[in-house]
């Protein structure tokens, strides 16, 4: 491990790469602030500037500090203006808020970017420790155990993305796959489903996908509802940035925990940031002393601490799943894997073998964002601040733009942007009807590594057989088949109990 | 019916086309060699297919109920017409002629013009100011792209383009 750190600081101190981590965690700062933008948006934006750059480590680095910045920037509007950029901050403004309009914003600011900063470095850590040993086991899979690996990602994800409608979830899985199916596979030199259309050929560009399935839905609820984009500043004076001993007593344990058990859930495909912010937050009220219970919700140092804590260590977690396993478990991650096949990086337990400069880098280049995010943004904030008050009029036509742009830069081809205006249109719509679009977007990264790895278990099985012969894949395919069922049998049980008729079934 | 089962429905007949597709005319095509393959082109999508007809059904007969109250922080779609749809239609329409004009306009004049009509179209109208902004971006993000990422965008219109 030490050789591997050693590697990582070599990568990850040159120039170039200290600039992209620099650069990212400012580039995320400044958009995740903005409400409205979440960080698969913002890194689904940065993306082709990221490929284009060419080298791997960086560009991962680049993306991965968009992401913290992205993170950190959300729960900064989530504090100063109680509009959380972030699914994952909206925990941090349920005390955050409060503290900004007690005149407190400053303190508010610091404990976040401490817990922040904390969260991110026990997570980074934990990474460390876990990654390479959960590597080693997946050396031993094999391409059955692998598709069923993918299988148990893609249904742990269906099960927790969507809010309690598994099947909605499920079929946005499916059909993300059947996306995956259409133009031409590496197994099998044919065209498949292109309808003998050129333009589908080579199969529906991801960026595409991306910038249609995120940053376009979230441009157009910005223009079609403009109050989720009005910054109404009440007392927006930042000052007095420091906290008092006793504050900072309070909080060390809760960060302790936070960061720890944000990281363990933040591991879990499907689960992440957002259920880790909450999560926290639930916990650490609940062991709270009685007066202190009185504050969460009014402005509790510790009521912010958590979340803010729990949300970046999780975010490090679910770098663990991508990394060692090649399989996302976030909408965020999905992405990133999305970058790094493009960057000709197959991530998965071989990476740390045949390209050890790329993982360990990353990590590196995580202790690095989180220092620069704390020492940068710390003094900076009231500035940084500011931004928030761009208007939107101007605001919205380059969110639009910098979409097609990403599209167009990727393929070089404005058929691309017709596609990326029609499928926005589809998936706005299917937002308004709470489908989940993350699955959508997941299932069709590892569409094609998913019938990869399921065509060699069959060829080298010669045929089905292999789902018997192998009692590990066996094994997590039940596991993937109870993760779907268990979730709808329970809520068809909550439902029909509180309904008040007896579950026959 | 509520729009997702609407949305059920439409994703059920384009997995049946797809179905269709896979069982029955894709194998037409299939060499006879590959037919002794335990493997198909056609294997993995007739699974997709199958599943995606289930869970569409599952929805559209309302297995599922849907969670009923719209979350607070969503757009209520019942109610569309009360939010700006008028400025996301015209946002859109303007995108796809961005689409269209990006190649014969070139690509510094067809960003500014998007951009200057995308902030007219949400109500700004300070024009010095929106015709700064636009042209400011057009050229650094062209001089980005093309000179420092090295993506080729022609930036000028055909007529005026030498060769390219």
């Known amino acids: ?505 | 019916m509520a729009l997702d089962r609407w949305i059920a429905m439409i994703i059920l007949l384009i997995c049946l086309a797809y179905g269709y597709a896979a069982f029955f005319t894709m194998d037409e095509a299939l060499a006879p060699f590959m037919r002794r393959n335990p493997i198909w082109p056609s294997t993995f999508p007739k699974i997709l297919s199958v599943m995606a007809i289930i869970c569409s059904l599952l929805i559209l007969l309302g297995f599922e109920k849907s969670s009923g109250e719209p979350k607070p922080s969503e757009i209520n779609y019942r109610r569309l017409t009360d939010y700006k749809l008028g400025q996301a239609i015209a946002l859109l329409g303007l995108m796809v002629a961005y689409a269209l004009l990006l190649r014969p306009a070139g690509f510094l004049l067809s960003t500014f013009g998007f951009l200057f009509i995308g902030s007219f179209i949400l109500g700004e109208r300070k024009y010095i100011v929106m015709a700064l902004a636009s042209a400011i971006a057009a050229g650094v993000v062209w001089y980005l792209v093309d000179r420092v990422l090295g993506i080729f965008l022609s930036p000028m219109p055909v007529f005026m383009a030498n060769g390219g």
């Open chain 1, 1 to 505: 491990m030490l050789e591997g750190i050693l590697i990582g600081l070599s990568t990850a101190f040159s120039v170039t790469n200290l600039l992209m981590v620099v650069g990212g965690c400012l580039i995320g700062t400044f958009i995740g602030m903005l409400p409205g933008l979440g960080p698969m948006s913002i890194i689904a934006i940065m993306i082709p500037v990221a490929i284009s750059i060419g080298d791997p480590s960086a560009a991962l680095i680049l993306l991965a500090g968009v992401y913290y910045g992205a993170i950190f920037g959300g729960s900064t509007s989530s504090i100063l203006i109680n509009a959380p950029g972030v699914a994952s901050t909206v925990a941090t403004s349920f005390d955050g808020y409060p503290l900004a309009r007690q005149g407190k914003a400053g303190k508010a600011l610091t404990v976040a970017a401490i817990s922040s900063f904390a969260g991110g470095s026990i997570g980074a850590v934990l990474l460390m420790i876990f990654a390479p040993a959960l590597a080693t086991v997946a050396l031993l899979f094999h391409s059955a155990e692998y598709f069923a690996l993918m299988v148990v990602g893609l249904s742990a994800i269906a099960a927790f993305a969507g809010t309690g409608q598994v099947i909605k979830a499920l079929l946005m899985t499916i059909l993300g796959v059947i996306m995956a199916t259409v133009g031409e596979g590496a197994l099998f030199n044919m065209p498949r489903f292109t309808m003998g259309l050129m333009d589908l050929q080579s199969g529906f560009g991801f960026i595409t996908l991306a910038m249609a399935m995120f940053a376009l839905p979230e441009a157009l609820y910005l223009v079609l509802d403009p109050n989720r984009s009005k910054t109404e500043s009440g007392n927006n004076e930042i000052k007095d940035l420091r906290i008092t001993k006793e504050e900072a007593k309070a909080i060390t344990p809760v960060i302790g925990r936070q960061s720890i058990q944000g990281f363990l859930i933040g591991v879990l495909p499907g689960a992440g940031a957002t259920i880790a912010s909450f999560l926290g937050y639930a916990v650490e009220r609940n062991i709270a002393t009685k007066e202190e219970q009185e504050q969460f919700g009014k402005g509790s140092v510790k009521g912010l601490a958590a979340p803010e804590s729990a949300n970046n260590a999780a975010c490090t977690g679910s770098f663990v799943p991508l990394l060692t396993l090649g399989i996302p478990g976030s909408g965020t991650t999905a992405i990133l894997l999305g970058a790094l096949i493009a960057l000709n990086v197959s991530p998965g337990p071989r990476l740390m073998v045949d390209q050890p400069e790329i993982f360990w880098a990353v990590i590196i280049s995580m202790y690095l964002g989180n220092v620069i995010l704390l020492i940068l943004n710390l003094p900076l904030i009231p500035y940084i601040a500011k931004i928030l008050a761009v208007p939107r009029n101007f605001l919205i036509p380059f969110i639009l733009f910098f979409t097609l742009m990403g599209a167009y830069i990727g393929q070089n081809n404005s058929t691309e942007l017709l596609i990326l205006v029609g499928f926005g249109i589809c998936a706005t719509v299917l937002r308004f009807a709470d489908y989940p679009l993350a699955p959508l977007l997941i299932g069709f990264i590892l569409g094609r590594m998913l019938e990869d790895n399921f065509s060699r278990s069959m060829q080298l099985y010669d045929g089905i057989g292999f789902i018997l012969e192998r009692p590990m894949t066996m094994g997590l395919l039940v596991l993937a088949v109870i993760l779907v069922v268990l979730p709808s049998y329970r809520a068809r049980r909550a439902r029909a109990r509180a309904e008040g008729v007896a579950d026959g079934d």
